[in-house]
């Protein structure tokens, strides 16, 4: 009945959305689009305007334009390498758009962090807080959620909450703790996740800050979803539409829709499944974000070869300085020869000891590798059938599908049962043939039991959904 209920609530919303046909750049971006090539036509006779052309990468950044938002950004950051014309904090301001956009960029993989280690050494000596606290949030969800270092990624983002910046800069406040919240949820703290996230909403709605009352209220569905507390889930992602949001406003509709169809997905619910998959489909084809990435590689190839011509110059430099200096270069190699022969004749004279050694330590190898070799075999013999834990029961591998760790220990799932024992992952990946694999800083998944994955979870014929991290490929 509950499930009846919630189709028919869910099909009257579906009624009243926008028409997939609608949905267009021009239908949410319109004025935007307009305004970009007035200013284009505007400054196209006239000097280089650093600030007229940051206004222009600015309105491309909020309508998910990243590709010409980044070369533009990239424009206007050589020409301030050697102008200068913008003062201290826009230029830092310039550094750090620089590194969200192209770490924004879903499908890309080249994110160097250059700029933002540039924005990282300009700030070190700073009175205020303000970069210190910016730069660190940034460093904290790489820690997250590209090295899967949780401990350090959590920390970081802790220790920004006593800055001066985060206490006095309300929109940055409301960043981190939805930052925070996701952290959470990932770590499945599910009522922390609740607390902060509904303290981010609080502030960006008393802020009017739309950008984080939507990333907020994505997030609550996240951590609904994560319950399985289905129309909760659905209820806040219907909040997030009538929200008068219009940064970024694409891809965060895009991000509702597929949380809206992992929801019907849920509770087998085909039809609206079928309409969300549209809707996917559609926001889509309009971000494109795999084909739309040659201006983030044709500008990482001229840095490098920027950073390669650099090289070659210091090279010539080099070789112009040691021609007017030949005859220092000739007395340091001389020296360098009697160096070398002083050092040959020291090593003559301990040669002879140190092969008998190497004969000794030869024969001891082949000792060591032949038992290397048979405690090989006998591990592979054992490991074939079953593990023996610690609690001395056993495991047979035919039937493990997945081990998870909980703190000092670890969690067996078999089709048979469960075994809870002492021990860390990395002992017993050990002990595991190349079947299972690590797909996570906490689990090892038998490959044997994977019905699916996705790019953030494996799900498993048993129905469990298992995290799966960046740092770990199949």
Known sequence: MKKLIFILLTQFVFAQQMPIDSISYEYFYEKELQQIVKLKQQFKSKPFNAKKQFEIAETYQRINCEDSAYA????????????????????KELLFQLHKVETSKHN?????????????????????????????QELAIDYFVDSSNYKVGYSKLLAVQHSNYYKNNKEFKAATLSTLGNFSITLKNYETASSLLNECYLIATQNEDHLHQSYA????????LYQQNYLAAINNLNEVETIPNKKYLVKINRIVHRLKKRVYDSINDVENVKIQTLYVQKYDSLV????????????????????????????????????????????????????????FVRWKKS??????????????????????????????????????????????????????????YLNLFTTA??????????????QLPPNFVKCHRSYIVNQNFIKQFSSTEVFMENGEAIPLSRGFKF
């Open 288 to 343: 494109d974000d795999f084909r739309k990435n040659s201006n983030f590689y044709e500008i990482d190839v001229a840095f490098q070869t920027k950073e390669k011509d650099k090289k070659i110059k210091e090279l010539d430099l080099l070789q112009e300085a040691s021609k007017k200096n030949r005859i220092v270069f000739g007395v340091l190699l001389f020296l360098v020869f009697l160096l070398a022969l002083y050092s």
């Open 72 to 91: 533009t950004y990239y424009k206007i950051y050589e020409h301030e390498k050697v102008a200068r014309t913008f003062k201290t904090e826009e230029y």
């Open 351 to 408: 040669d002879r000891n140190k092969k008998l050694l190497d004969a000794e330590n030869r024969n001891l190898g082949i000792e060591n590798e032949k038992t290397k070799t048979e405690l090989e075999t006998v591990k592979s013999l054992v490991t074939n059938d079953y593990i023996l834990l610690k609690n001395k029961s056993k495991v047979y591998l035919s039937e493990l599908i997945y081990v998870k760790s909980d703190g000092h």
């Open 217 to 224: 209220k994505i997030n609550m569905a996240v951590n609904q």
């Open 417 to 430: 049962k469960k075994e809870f024992v002492r021990g860390k992952v990395s002992e017993i990946e050990k």
């Open 108 to 136: 890309y993989d080249k994110e160097t962090r250059r700029f933002l280690n540039e924005l990282i050494l300009l700030s070190k000596n700073d009175s205020n807080d303000k970069w210190r606290a910016k730069t660190d």
